[in-house]
């Protein structure tokens, strides 16, 4: 294991899909030895999301890198005995199960915990251990629909809009690992005991989404589809330029405002009385976006982010994936890791989520085969070869 800040942290990743795995990378990602526990059959799903190549996810490569893999049933008496002795050794578990389900394979954290009372049980669910909608089966879609966000996203004569990746589940994921580091820091800096922790997929994407509730609750309104547009400044869009290629600004700060409007020729709105707030320019929406749209569609795109540079206004192009991977400061900042890979050979993905200047995370190893581990790692909590073959044969381990 790398000498990352969690080195030392044992974390057993009985969840799957995403936003579960996703916490327990962030967690690997920074020195914890995360150990993923799949079916021995089956495997997490997550190995067939998204495309693939010669046989091998490449999601699955990314978002199970750092962990040491476990083809272990839990449902099974024998696979929970084994799940018990990891669990002995662990730091935190890391569940997305339907609630009652560890409880009825006799792995309950309260029972976990009294073998090892520092355990930390992360639950993740669609709606959270309690509620009417709690044994619902619940996933990021859900989530963004019955969060406000897809009722706020998409033009204002179009349908709600769903993203089209995994939003709410990855902000859970990134919430989870928070969580995690939060519970561990109560223990072992507090001096408190182990705990279990409940996090909905619901819950977080809602907080992400700002004050529609205190909104709502003091004024009555309900936020609106305004497409690109923002309800609290202007201009904010996205604009096509002269050679087809578009770009984004926003003018959250009224001085940017003030510079975007100088810059495209039109000062004199500046003097208006509404300009004055970022409201009072989002009332104004069509005129100052039809300025600014005639200035920048005039010129080429790399002559529309010279100027705003230059003028000191905030300006991104929009990028597809293969534009970011190019750009010069997302390859000086080493966004994009490049790891050596077992199946594929060298691979680029996403690097660490932040830099440590003392104790920086790294991308140890890629996502690997179910059961990779198995041998290694059920024999560091004592269980031998003869054992584990038998396991292994009735198909309980693979």
Wanted: net charge negative.
């Amino acid at each position: 294991m790398g000498a990352g800040p969690l080195d030392g942290v044992r974390v057993l990743d009985a969840s799957t899909v995403l936003a579960g795995p996703l916490t327990c990378q962030l967690l690997g990602d920074y020195g914890a030895d995360v150990i993923k526990i799949e079916h021995p059959a089956r495997g997490d799903s997550m190995r067939g999301h998204g495309h693939s190549k010669d046989g091998k996810g490449l999601w699955w490569k990314m978002l199970s890198r750092n962990k040491r893999t476990v083809g272990l049933y839990l449902g099974d008496p024998d696979g929970a005995e084994v799940f018990r002795a990891l669990a002995r050794t662990a730091d935190v578990i890391v569940e997305n199960f339907r609630p009652g389900t560890l409880e009825r394979w006799g792995l309950a954290p309260e029972s976990l915990r009294a073998e090892n009372p520092g355990l930390v049980v992360l639950r993740v669910t669609g709606f959270g251990q309690t509620g009417p909608y709690a044994a619902r089966p619940g996933f990021g879609t859900l989530a963004e629909s019955m969060s406000g966000f897809a009722a706020i996203t998409g033009e204002p004569d179009g349908p709600p809009t769903l993203p089209p990746f995994g939003l709410a589940d990855s902000i859970a994921g990134m919430t989870g690992a928070y969580a995690v580091m939060t519970a561990l820091y109560h223990r072992d800096a507090r001096g408190g005991a182990g705990q279990d922790v409940d996090l909905s997929i619901l819950e977080p994407i809602v907080t992400v989404l700002g004050p529609q509730p205190i909104t709502y609750d003091q004024l009555g309104l309900v936020q609106r589809r305004t497409g690109n547009r923002s309800e609290n400044n202007a201009p904010r869009n996205t604009y096509k330029t002269a050679d087809g290629r578009w770009v984004a600004i926003s003018t959250s700060a009224d001085s940017i405002a003030r510079r975007v409007m100088e810059l495209v020729g039109h000062p004199e709105v500046v003097g208006e009385p509404w300009f004055a707030t970022g409201k009072g320019r989002a009332e104004h929406g069509d005129l100052l976006d039809a300025m600014v749209a005639e200035w920048i569609g005039a010129r080429a795109r790399e002559e529309v982010i010279a100027a705003f540079e230059a003028a000191e206004a905030a300006i991104a192009p929009v990028y597809d994936v293969a534009e970011l991977m190019a750009d010069p400061h997302v390859r000086a900042r080493e966004m994009i890791a490049t790891v050596q890979d077992a199946d594929l050979g060298p691979v680029r993905m996403q690097n660490v989520l932040f830099r440590m200047s003392a104790t920086p995370g790294e991308i140890r190893h890629t996502g690997r085969d179910v059961g990779a581990d198995t041998d290694e790692v059920l024999a560091e909590v004592g269980f031998g070869p003869e054992r584990i073959a038998a396991l292994r044969e009735r198909g309980v381990v693979g």
